[in-house]
């Protein structure tokens, strides 16, 4: 069974950093492209950023040069960096696995994590 778990979430004064993490656990985590989501109050979840089984990365425009998505497949763990920080991130992010191995791009989720949150004060 895949288990994604996110970690270091947090409060912090706009302008700062934060690295979020999240751990997979249940298959072979580096055939598998990842992403982050957010979800801010009252709002839908949307994408925030992704990474192939090969490294290639995508950002959505609100994060791109702010924003670094990265993995480290030995230790099954996927990170966002978060600098230059604005209130408006304030949500909870989601890790995410996409449905089919060794695609080229993103397609879809088919595991969830349960959400670290992320809170930016001005």
């Known amino acids: 069974q895949v288990q994604l778990v996110e970690s270091g979430g947090g409060l912090v004064q706009a302008g700062g950093s934060l690295r979020v993490s999240c751990a997979a656990s249940?298959?072979?985590?580096?055939?598998?492209?990842m992403a982050w989501f957010c979800q801010a109050p009252g709002k839908e979840r949307e994408f925030v950023a992704a990474?192939?089984?090969?490294?290639?990365?995508y950002y959505a425009d609100s994060v791109k040069g702010r924003f670094t998505i990265s993995r480290d497949n030995v230790k099954n763990t996927l990170y966002l960096q978060m600098n230059s920080l604005k209130p408006e991130d304030t949500a909870v992010y989601y890790c995410?696995?996409?449905?089919?191995?060794?695609?080229?791009?993103?397609?879809?989720?088919?595991?969830w994590g349960k959400g670290t949150l992320v809170t930016v004060s001005s």
């Open positions: 995410a696995s996409d449905a089919t191995p060794f695609r080229p791009v993103w397609s879809r989720v088919d595991y």
């Open positions: 990474i192939t089984w090969r490294s290639s990365t």
């Open positions: 249940g298959r072979t985590f580096s055939n598998y492209a």
